[in-house]
């Protein structure tokens, strides 16, 4: 079990421009959020993937954003028309089924910088 | 809303001393807490949890007590190492439920400065 992996890492982007994140989550893990984090702030939440369904979605995702996880296994970010406020550090972590609380196992981000 | 707080930083000590960093939460259930640390260029990882009231979460010589009476989840450390310095996030999540799907919710986070 290689942890969660996210692609790419960093991207530099002009702003008007598409980009799309890659997140692939802990195989097993039906769960996958995605979250963002700016300069000195907490991560906040994005989206959340229950397999392939997307079941919650925050005020933060405005139309621009959009998220799939078609398989049930990956998932995709996508930020069209980026703007500059969209720079920041993007997460996403998976957990495990089954009832109760459990443990999110986080990737290493995708750091976006819009110019 | 549901919320954490979380003291605000940075927090510079001097290796070997205590530490302890403040979070307060808000919640409108019975929510879980967390402690996740942030290494300098490093993701996030679990530091440790509590479920329940009074439970004591503990792990690398970190512990923190769910208080429910003063909805509180203070991190602490007897003495501190230069390796300790990062940032220290609280968190809180909700029960999976009819309206809760489990997401984080973070405070802003603490940084750590350990000098030797």
């Known amino acids: 079990d290689t942890g969660v992996s996210q692609d790419p890492r960093h991207k530099i982007t002009k702003r008007g421009q598409n980009v799309t994140f890659r997140c692939d989550p802990i195989s097993e893990h039906n769960r996958l959020y995605w979250y963002r984090q700016t300069l000195g702030q907490g991560p906040e939440f994005l989206t959340y993937?229950?397999?392939?369904?997307?079941?919650?979605k925050s005020r933060l995702l405005s139309d621009r954003f959009s998220a799939e996880r078609p398989k049930g296994s990956f998932s995709t970010l996508e930020i069209q028309r980026t703007e500059q406020g969209d720079s920041a550090m993007y997460l996403c972590?998976?957990?495990?089924?089954?009832?109760?609380?459990?443990?999110?196992?986080f990737g290493p981000g995708t750091r976006l910088t819009v110019t | 809303g549901d919320s954490v707080t979380q003291m605000e930083g940075p927090v510079t000590l001097s290796e070997e001393a205590f530490l302890t960093i403040n979070c307060t939460y808000t919640a409108t259930g019975y929510p879980s807490l967390f402690w996740y640390v942030q290494y300098p260029g490093e993701g996030l990882q679990l530091l440790l949890k509590?479920?329940?009231?009074?439970d004591k979460g503990s792990n690398k010589g970190f512990e923190a007590t769910y208080r429910k009476e003063t909805t509180s989840f203070h991190l602490e450390k007897g003495s501190v190492q230069v390796s300790d310095s990062a940032v220290y996030f609280c968190a809180l999540i909700l029960a999976h439920g009819s309206s809760n799907t489990g997401k984080l919710i973070f405070g802003q986070g603490t940084t750590l400065q350990v000098k030797p």
């Open positions: 972590a998976s957990s495990p089924p089954g009832t109760g609380v459990h443990e999110q196992y």
């Open positions: 993937f229950q397999n392939e369904a997307q079941l919650e």
């Open positions: 509590a479920t329940k009231a009074d």
